[in-house]
């Protein structure tokens, strides 16, 4: 658990960060969102003491920040930056193993736990152990990137913009990649982003920070249906708000009896999806499948009513 406690950040006299409180709770995804200069990323620094507070406190698990030394801190902390900072000199396994390394593994645990993540990420060990990071395609980079900051088992991973610079269904696989991931581990992230489709995606619950300050912290269904303030409600977007909802509830709340005709949609698919399949292939209805047998549909009617109850 991260405990934020009245953390403020001051660069002559104009405060980037005012007087913000927050707890993270263990094994859930927080995502931090707001504009270039809204003090998102330098509220993630003063986690991991990259950024020392003017004043206030981070506690984790309860013990302050401020009572180890910063890069003994670090080191329990995984950290994911845009463009995955790899090391273009170091191998997939080396840099994977930066962390165990300094923490003095053994070398059969390392290289044991270097292909436990190629694995985990879906990179065969054998075929990306060796390679250098210009051999990798941008998506295969950043899993690697993700892959380094677990590589040690941090109760903590903070990530800043870790996947700005991917094109966009890279970027969704790599979302996709990194909820399973985390639901599998249990672990605690806190992720900065400036784009709240992504928080929506990802995020257990939202902080929306507006100058400085933060303006509201949820869940992402209550900051698209209740956002705080204008500024909320501007980051959301009106028109989008019914699709943003219908993008947190899953296919199988409103499944019910029937067979549609055409493909199949799954279970877990949300009802953005399946209103997309609706109006892509002109039916009314679409049938809905788990693990690969047909267990009703989901209708037109039944998604629009969904919205407008939730909106």
């Given at each position: 658990m991260i405990e934020i406690i009245g953390l403020t950040k001051t660069y002559d006299s104009v405060k980037a960060v005012d007087d913000v409180t927050l707890t993270v709770e263990s094994g859930t995804i927080t995502v931090i969102v707001g504009t270039s200069g809204s003090g998102k990323t330098t509220l993630l620094r003063m986690v991991n003491r990259l950024e020392e507070p003017t004043s206030?406190?981070?506690?984790?698990?309860?013990?302050?920040t401020q009572a180890v030394a910063p890069h003994i801190l670090r080191r329990r902390i995984g950290y994911v930056i845009q463009g995955n900072g790899l090391f273009p000199h170091h191998t997939v396994a080396r840099n994977i193993a930066a962390v165990p390394n300094l923490l003095n593994w053994p070398r059969d645990r390392i290289a044991a736990r270097v292909d436990e993540l190629l694995d985990l990420f879906s990179l065969d060990p054998d075929q990306y152990r060796d390679r250098y990071p210009a051999d990798l395609s941008g998506g295969?980079?950043?899993?690697v990137g993700v892959a380094r900051a677990l590589a040690s088992r941090p109760d903590l991973m903070l990530m800043d913009e870790p996947f700005g610079a991917l094109d966009p269904i890279i970027r969704a696989r790599a979302q996709d990649d990194l909820r399973r991931i985390q639901r599998k581990l249990g672990s605690t992230i806190l992720l900065v982003t400036h784009d709240m489709e992504e928080a929506i995606r990802l995020a257990d619950r939202i902080a929306v920070m507006d100058g400085g300050r933060l303006v509201q912290y949820d869940a992402p269904a209550r900051i698209i249906a209740h956002p705080a303030t204008g500024f909320v409600a501007d980051m959301v977007g009106d028109v989008e708000r019914p699709l943003r909802l219908l993008s947190l509830i899953?296919?199988?709340?409103?499944?019910?009896?029937?067979?549609?005709?055409?493909?199949?949609?799954?279970?877990?698919?949300?009802?953005?999806?399946?209103?997309?399949a609706c109006l892509w292939t002109g039916r009314t209805a679409v049938?809905?499948?788990?693990?690969?047998?047909?267990?009703?549909?989901?209708?037109?009617?039944?998604?629009?009513?969904r919205a407008e109850f939730r909106a």
């Open positions: 206030g406190e981070v506690r984790i698990n309860g013990a302050s295969q980079q950043q899993r899953p296919v199988s709340e409103v499944v019910t009896d029937g067979s549609a005709d055409g493909a199949a949609i799954s279970a877990e698919a949300s009802l953005r999806d399946a209103l997309s049938p809905v499948e788990r693990d690969g047998v047909r267990i009703g549909q989901v209708t037109l009617d039944a998604i629009r009513a």
